[in-house]
């Protein structure tokens, strides 16, 4: 019998294409399975070193050929991560993060992580990237790019994957950037940077123009009824694999939230919910979830949900609690057919943010199960305001799940706390009340605000030693602006990154 396949339509719109329909495939390096839909989809292709205005015209898209599976997405040599391309920057700049009275020195440069550890130090007295615990710059691990670059204004959202090999490990960011033109109506794009340690990243000041560059990958939808036409964001990164002709082909796929020029009005001085306009308003734009698959995590194909305007699911009725809009689309493989979803909206009725659950067996047909997590209602709580942002992971320990998540306060300020569940669904627990990581103290690069985490768990390979989570986020200060920090610990108590132990 033939395989079944799925539909492709080109970046030039003429041709349509075949492609093998995907089977399960376990993942090396997470938890749990993860698996390719079985259905028909249609995709469109879309080119991340084309032109903004004609990014439908080129034609050298490779074609989804998908690389083998392995625990990594690209581990050839070091050398490839080095191929930067023409004008890009090799390291984030904090330093123009901080006021100019508590400037601090760079982190270290880039290049020189390979003789380092991958463990995070409690104390900074030996390292020359640390800095002390009152440096204003302490968790920043990635800032601005230069001013004439493509994530020169803002980045954020960062979504973050750990791949293992038998000789290194290799770490990817997804992230949203965007330009510093001078436009508040510039769109954030979704770029990728890659580290070997996760902590000093490469980036691109451009687009990522070969399977192993760094730069940005995905720009908006450029169709009016699209519903990403104004701002995409990273949410969630799965690795999915293919059985057809040799069960060793793997791919991409970015669930993320796409932006429209609509807006809705919510009451807020917090400074992380300024969407896309960099100006202090409480107008937040209308956002959809959408899908885009890869086979090298840089050159992207659009999923065609079944909604109107091409995103997975719209927004409930107007007596639903995500009747405005829906963000931050994360998603869990629970195993065989089971993915779940996790997202936020607002709640116009409660008067604060949550987040919901929705399910499916492909990926793709969502079906929504309600609110899971709202506000505490605790007056003065950091989470008063409500919870967005979550980001789920599988214990691989005790495989429960944790669930990091931005709590907004009554005063504006966002911290992040931490849930947890037996199995992922509707019962979820604070592990306290208070949040376990909070906005710097005042002049630091994170002074603000703290939230959009991304867990990552490290632990020895095949024990259940050295048992420690990192929490990447993004953190706003200095007037508003944003970057991507890092901090380390367990589940109850993060601090944030100081430096390495020498090797």
């Not at 991958?118 to 800095?131: L, W």
């Amino acid at each position: 019998m033939a395989p079944s396949v799925g539909l492709i339509k080109a970046c030039n719109g003429n041709t349509t294409l075949s492609v093998p329909t995907l089977q399960p495939c376990k993942n090396p390096s997470s938890s749990s399975c993860v698996f390719f839909t079985k259905s028909i989809i249609k995709l469109t292709l879309h080119s991340s070193n084309s032109g903004h205005n004609n990014h439908h015209s080129n034609n050298n898209f490779p074609l989804l050929s998908f690389p083998r599976c392995s625990s990594k997405p690209d581990t050839s040599t070091d050398s490839d991560i080095e191929n930067i391309p023409k004008g890009s920057s090799s390291s984030s700049e904090p330093s123009s993060l901080v006021s100019k009275p508590q400037k601090a020195s760079k982190m270290g440069n880039n290049n020189s992580s390979e003789s380092l550890t991958a463990s995070p130090e409690k104390s900074s007295s030996s390292s020359s990237s640390s800095s002390s615990s009152s440096s204003p710059s302490r968790g920043l691990v990635f800032g601005l790019g230069p001013s004439d670059s493509w994530d020169g204004a803002e980045v954020g959202s960062p979504v973050v994957k750990r791949f293992l090999s038998d000789h290194e490990e290799r770490w990817f960011m997804w992230y949203h950037g965007r330009p510093n033109n001078g436009n508040h109506s510039s769109s954030d794009w979704v770029g990728l940077a890659t580290s070997s340690n996760g902590v000093h990243w490469k980036r691109g000041s451009d687009s990522a123009r070969s399977s192993i560059g760094v730069g940005y990958v995905l720009k908006c939808g450029r169709e009016w009824w699209e519903f990403d036409t104004k701002g995409i964001r990273p949410s969630e990164v799965l690795m999915m694999c293919s059985s057809w002709v040799s069960a060793s082909s793997a791919a991409y796929w970015l669930y993320y939230t796409g932006y429209t020029n609509e807006s809705v009005n919510i009451i807020s001085e917090n400074p992380c919910l300024r969407l896309n306009d960099g100006r202090e308003s409480s107008k937040l734009l209308k956002s959809l979830p959408g899908l885009a698959v890869s086979n090298d995590g840089r050159h992207w194909a659009r999923v065609e949900g079944e909604h109107h305007s091409g995103a997975l699911f719209g927004v409930g009725d107007e007596t639903d609690w995500d009747s405005l809009f829906i963000s931050s689309p994360r998603v869990v493989c629970h195993g065989n057919s089971d993915f779940r979803m996790y997202y936020h909206s607002f709640d116009a009725e409660k008067g604060h943010f949550g987040i919901g659950l929705a399910r499916s067996r492909d990926g793709i047909r969502w079906v929504k199960l309600g609110k899971i997590l709202g506000g505490s209602g605790k007056v003065g709580s950091f989470d008063e305001f409500g919870v967005m942002n979550a980001c789920v992971a599988r214990n691989l320990r005790d495989g429960k799940y944790v669930m990091a998540y931005e709590g907004v306060g009554g005063d504006g300020k966002s911290s992040i706390g931490v849930a947890v569940s037996d199995d992922g669904l509707m019962d979820w627990v604070r592990v306290q009340d208070e949040a376990v990581l909070k906005p710097s103290e005042i002049g630091c690069w994170d002074d603000e605000c703290v939230g959009s985490p991304c867990l990552v768990q490290i632990m020895d390979r095949g024990t259940n030693d050295n048992d420690e989570w990192r929490l990447y986020y993004r953190g706003v200060g200095n007037g508003g602006r944003g970057a991507i920090g890092m901090a380390v610990g367990d589940i109850t108590d993060f601090r944030r990154w100081k430096g390495f132990h020498a090797s």
